[in-house]
């Protein structure tokens, strides 16, 4: 079960002219704001990739300024996992449980979905949050990550798993991340 005392979220490499070329970019740039907001009013921990962001760009600017003050992991591989700091950051973070999205969901989201269960984590997709060039990738990507073990959630429903009563402080700040 989803905790904030157990839950962190994990950002893949939405960046540069990639993460408007990928499937529905409008919805999925719209969604992983919702997440990173909403983490952020949930205080969960927030990891955030950028891969060899000197060819492909940076992150975009509508998620970099909602990610400051954190510093993106830089990477050249699709496994997060193979960069020395990821799994650092992921151990530093004291979760066990983590959120994950970003594109594309067919390679960096789903080789690093995939390090990180074969580091003990677990994982939820999010997968109204994750995207691809094309749509049967990212629908792939799902399929091969639930039959290996990782669940899949929608921003809706996790922050509202997330946030559990109507009374939390944090959910007058979720409220508007769903509308």
Not at 80 to 94: G, H, Q, S, Y
Request: with cysteine; glycine share 6%.
């Amino acid at each position: 079960m989803l905790t904030i005392q157990n839950t962190g979220l994990v950002v893949v490499d939405i960046q540069g002219n990639l993460a408007h070329m990928v499937h529905q970019s409008d919805v999925l740039i719209r969604n992983a704001l919702a997440m990173i907001k909403g983490a952020k009013a949930l205080q969960l921990p927030i990891i955030y990739l950028e891969q060899a962001p000197q060819k492909l760009g940076s992150t975009v600017p509508e998620l970099a300024d909602e990610l400051k003050p954190y510093n993106a992991i830089i990477k050249h591989t699709f496994n997060a996992c193979d960069v020395v700091e990821f799994p650092l950051a992921l151990k530093a973070a004291k979760r066990d449980h983590w959120l994950i999205c970003g594109i594309e969901a067919h390679i960096c989201v789903y080789q690093s979905a995939m390090g990180m269960m074969d580091l003990g984590y677990t994982l939820e997709v999010v997968c109204d949050a994750i995207s691809a060039r094309k749509e049967e990738n990212k629908i792939l990507a799902i399929n091969k990550l639930s039959a290996n073990g990782a669940s899949i959630t929608s921003v809706e429903m996790v922050l509202y798993e997330l946030v559990g009563d109507s009374r939390s402080p944090a959910f007058k700040a979720i409220l508007p991340l769903i509308k």
